[in-house]
């Protein structure tokens, strides 16, 4: 089956700074990749759909200024979380489909982010 | 909008019983998928079933088996005869099928422990 990689797998940073979390097709082109957020106990919420080229397409409630995607390439997005802060601690992680007719979509492993 | 509920927060259960995690969905899209993926300890989401809502066959995949009942909008999943290496969190999930409405509307998720 096709597979996603997301690096880094976890990341502990310092308050105020910035992260930036990776996610590659490995033997796919993604048109599409979707990011979504985790925290404790909860569950998966669809934080922004990337479109290559394009810019990405946020969820109520989420910040596209603290939360910058970009997806330049067709098996690359990139998610930096800006002025990190303890809140944004979670469990992100990404999707990638193949085209537009494509069904599958398959999910990354997960990159966890802790805010100290 | 897409509504995924599990009401079913957390099942105990001995190893060698049965145990039914169910899904209800709400959806305005006439065509959809349905998902259940399963969440270990480490993170990592692992697909276990695709569904289209026009295919209402119910589908058994060894100790798996799904029970589609679109006329109560219900997707429910049974492990039967379970094993300790079945505790996890499972996910229900819901799709469009038209491009744009791809993006995955999860379930808060049922943990089930699977006692020795």
């Known amino acids: 089956g096709a597979v996603v990689s997301q690096h880094p797998s976890r990341v502990i940073c310092k308050s105020g700074t910035s992260v930036k979390i990776e996610c590659r097709s490995l033997d796919f082109q993604a048109t599409t990749m979707f990011w979504y957020r985790q925290f404790p106990k909860q569950s998966l919420m669809l934080m922004a759909t990337s479109n290559e080229g394009s810019k990405a397409t946020y969820e109520q409630g989420v910040e596209k200024d603290k939360f910058l995607i970009n997806h330049a390439s067709l098996t690359l997005s990139t998610l930096t979380v800006t002025s990190a802060h303890p809140e944004d601690s979670s469990f992100y992680i990404c999707?990638?489909?193949?085209?537009?007719?494509?069904?599958?979509?398959?999910f990354g492993p997960g990159t966890r982010l802790t805010v100290l | 909008a897409q509504k995924v509920t599990q009401a079913q927060t957390e099942i105990s259960v001995v190893e060698k019983e049965d145990v039914t995690l169910d899904c209800v969905y709400e959806?305005?899209?006439?065509?959809?998928?349905l998902f259940w993926y399963k969440q270990p300890p480490s993170g990592e989401l692992v697909f276990l079933i695709r569904r289209n809502s026009f295919d209402e066959q119910n589908e058994i995949s060894g100790r798996y088996s799904w029970n589609f009942q679109k006329s109560t909008s219900s997707f429910n999943f049974t492990i039967t005869a379970s094993q300790v290496v079945d505790s996890a969190v499972y996910f229900c999930a819901l799709s469009g099928m038209d491009t744009g409405r791809r993006a995955l509307t999860f379930g808060s998720g049922t943990r089930l422990q699977v006692q020795p």
């Open positions: 999707s990638a489909r193949a085209g537009t007719g494509a069904t599958g979509q398959f």
């Open positions: 959806t305005r899209d006439t065509t959809y998928y």
